[in-house]
């Protein structure tokens, strides 16, 4: 397979960047090339921001059901392009087939949600005097950009075009030029679907220049945008400058607190599944255990034994498979946190190195008695690593899980229903999950709180954050 050559998508047509630059795209299973991801212009950018512009005035026209019929012909197209879709995911980002096919079908359930409560977005009547009407209408806020992540590749866009779509919003999608074939894929299937044209344009290249760029036009009326604390704050604060709207979903570096009266053998096979999806590159990934005094030991050993046991395959089938991190500069990163936590006293269970060949890939990593000083404990890893400590009380482990300024979710595992209650409620975070790892639905609302952005996206607050409310008082001459 040859390497592949990439176009923009503006105007409901496939262009090439007018710049002829472009940048590497490297499958980080091999370290071979794989694509060469073009340089938007300036020009290509005001193309794709005036394409939107006319896009969003025949969108929001088009009736709820008529966008919602759309809108859930993309993501049957989805569903039908399972396999091939499901192969590029792995071969651009790393991870897995059988995680791939799985963010490939919730990729589909996100769209599918979200065009459904595109024709739920009610207004009020309101009781008014005599003669008057108060009424309150949702309607789209305008083309919206949407700046995505590498490490859910096609969920992260169709979280953000889905909802943006189903509002009456026409997008913008910049996906991160690490992974940007995947994203190149949801487009095809809204194109293939009907989606008229400049309802969503697709531009590629550096990111910081486009976005910068994008957010001042003025067609563009509100940013959504996925990735780093610092990024999402020099966003934020652009947004809030030009007074547009910000949705920002950033980084996290979640609890997980295990009381003793748990089954350790059951929670510590269930916790090394979590952690390690998606070689653990998951804002919402279980990184910091906190585990009761008791069980401790026990859990440690238990953690250790089955994160030793996964396997480190390029678009593996196992079940017990484990991908590469995305990039050489990401495992670098992680491993200078390791050698950090080491030299500050903190106990390698297992894993710890770099695997030595082709590709990006990191053994899944185990570090206990990690102490406060160490990195690690107030960095976000990002990747295959996960740390361990001990508390007594809850009171103690509260003040340890909310003393990051991150705050996207938190864990906590205990048969105590009363205990479990109080500090979910104490956790300062967007997202608990109580006895699960779950925590990102189509029906449910995703966000967090603190440096971990603010708004949410799924459930009926994603289709609202692009849309602004409108009172109309209807009086009598």
Not at 196 to 211: C, D, E, K, T
Not at 416 to 438: E, P, Q, T, Y
Request: glycine share 10%; charged share 20%.
């Amino acid at each position: 397979m040859g390497i592949r050559k990439l176009d923009l998508y503006i105007g409901g047509a496939w262009v090439p960047a007018s710049s002829g630059e472009t940048l590497d795209l490297v499958n980080p299973a091999t370290g071979e090339i794989i694509a060469h991801v073009p340089l938007a212009t300036p020009a290509d950018l005001d193309a794709s921001a005036a394409s939107a512009a006319e896009g969003f005035a025949t969108w929001r026209r088009t009736a709820p059901a008529a966008r919602c019929a759309i809108i859930l012909r993309a993501a049957a197209l989805l569903r039908e392009r399972l396999e091939a879709i499901a192969a590029v995911m792995s071969s651009e980002q790393g991870k897995p087939l059988a995680e791939a096919r799985a963010e490939t079908l919730r990729a589909a359930e996100l769209i599918e949600w979200a065009a459904e409560e595109g024709r739920r977005t009610y207004g009020q009547t309101i009781p008014a005097p005599d003669g008057t009407r108060y009424l309150t209408f949702w309607e789209p806020v305008g083309p919206v950009l949407a700046l995505t992540p590498w490490n859910f590749p096609l969920v992260a866009p169709a979280r953000k075009v889905g909802s943006s779509l189903a509002a009456g919003c026409s997008c913008i999608l910049k996906p991160s030029e690490i992974t940007p074939l995947s994203a190149i894929e949801l487009v095809r299937a809204f194109a293939d679907a009907g989606l008229p044209a400049g309802v969503l344009n697709l531009v590629l290249g550096n990111p910081a220049p486009i976005s910068r760029h994008l957010l001042e036009h003025d067609a563009v009326r509100a940013v959504t945008f996925t990735g780093s604390v610092p990024v999402g704050k020099s966003l934020s604060e652009q947004a809030g400058r030009l007074m547009k709207p910000a949705l920002m979903e950033l980084g996290g570096h979640s609890p997980v607190i295990v009381f003793n009266d748990v089954d350790v053998a059951k929670i510590a096979k269930a916790a090394v599944t979590a952690k390690f999806r998606n070689a653990g590159q998951v804002c919402t990934s279980p990184t910091r255990f906190y585990v009761q005094t008791r069980i401790y030991d026990a859990f440690v050993e238990a953690f250790g034994r089955h994160a030793a046991a996964l396997s480190l395959e390029a678009q593996g089938e196992s079940a017990g498979a484990m991908g590469p991190v995305v990039s050489e500069r990401r495992r670098t990163a992680l491993t200078d946190l390791i050698e950090d936590a080491r030299a500050k006293g903190a106990r390698v269970v297992t894993g710890g190195k770099a695997r030595p060949g082709a590709g990006f890939f990191l053994e899944p990593t185990v570090l206990a008695d990690v102490p406060a000083a160490a990195r690690i404990m107030s960095e976000e890893p990002f990747g295959p690593v996960a740390v361990l400590n001990r508390f007594a009380t809850a009171e103690e482990v509260l003040s340890a899980a909310n003393a990051l300024p991150f705050g996207l979710a938190a864990y906590l595992f205990t048969a105590d229903i009363a205990a479990a209650r109080k500090v979910s409620h104490g956790l300062d975070c967007g997202i608990v999950g109580v006895n699960s790892f779950s925590g990102s639905n189509p029906e449910t609302p995703f966000g967090g709180n603190k440096d971990s952005g603010h708004g949410r996206e799924g459930g009926t607050e994603g289709v609202r954050e692009y849309m602004t409310l409108k009172f109309i008082v209807e009086g009598t001459l």
